[in-house]
């Protein structure tokens, strides 16, 4: 998601949900959860608008979920980044995380080396059988 390009209005709900790669819906429920860093303004109409700054906080938001972070954590995370000083408890809470990433990758690693022992138990497996056929 680039951050480019925000008028100074804002962006309206459906802009920044198309930019940042989310739903409308996951957008409010961020919102509604506590997860934005500060709330999107209002137009005059009352429709959300989404500056350049939401729309970084919410890459960040982005980033964080796909990392598998669980939403508890991120709420942590928010919380504390409202408060300025925090930055060691933001620091343990980003550090294990990252020991959960990696026991993920390893388990992941493993799962992946016997995919790759079964395809090459098959693929010599099949080889025979075409030796066999010729």
Do not use: C
Request: proline share 3%; net charge positive.
């Amino acid at each position: 998601m680039t951050v480019t390009d925000v008028p100074p209005e804002g962006l309206t709900i459906s802009a920044a949900a198309e930019r940042s790669g989310l739903s409308v819906d996951t957008l409010r429920y961020y919102e509604k959860e506590g997860l934005t860093l500060h709330r999107p303004g209002r137009s005059a109409s009352g429709q959300r608008r989404y500056t350049e700054q939401n729309l970084r906080w919410l890459r960040t938001l982005v980033m964080l979920r796909r990392t598998g972070m669980p939403i508890r954590e991120i709420k942590q995370f928010v919380a504390l980044y409202r408060i300025e000083g925090t930055e060691g408890e933001r620091l343990e809470i980003l550090q294990a995380h990252r020991i959960n990433v990696l026991a993920q990758l390893d388990e992941v690693q493993r799962h992946l080396a016997a995919i790759d022992s079964k395809i090459d138990f098959y693929a010599a497996h099949a080889a025979g059988r075409q030796e066999q056929n010729t």
